[in-house]
């Protein structure tokens, strides 16, 4: 088995195939006049599907935390939340 090769040559383009313009990695990403391929179907669904996988959790979040507000959570329990430390009691044991 032969061993990995060096970042610079992984991240080479592969032999025999040329790039128009030069990129450094650095600046901005070059223009060649061209616009951007419009996004098929699947694509779009496919980056419809990642944002409501990404948003949900906070939004559902947000929403139980809004509907429990005085039933189930008080401030302490905001304060405990939004600090990671326990609000009363020994020091907490964990490395800050």
Not at 65 to 79: C, E, F, K, N, T
Request: glycine share 12%; with cysteine; aromatic share 6%.
């Amino acid at each position: 088995m032969s061993p990995n090769p060096p970042l610079s040559e992984a991240l080479a383009p592969p032999r025999g195939v040329t790039t128009s313009q030069g990129y450094d990695g650095v600046a901005p990403f070059p223009d060649d006049g061209r616009p951007a391929p419009a996004r098929g179907s699947g694509e779009r669904l496919s980056v419809v599907v990642t944002g409501v996988i990404v948003t949900l959790p906070f939004v559902a979040l947000g929403l139980a935390v809004w509907l429990l507000w005085g039933a189930l959570i008080q401030p302490s329990d905001a304060l405990l939340a939004l600090t990671g430390r326990p609000t009363g009691g020994a020091p907490c044991p964990c490395p800050n």
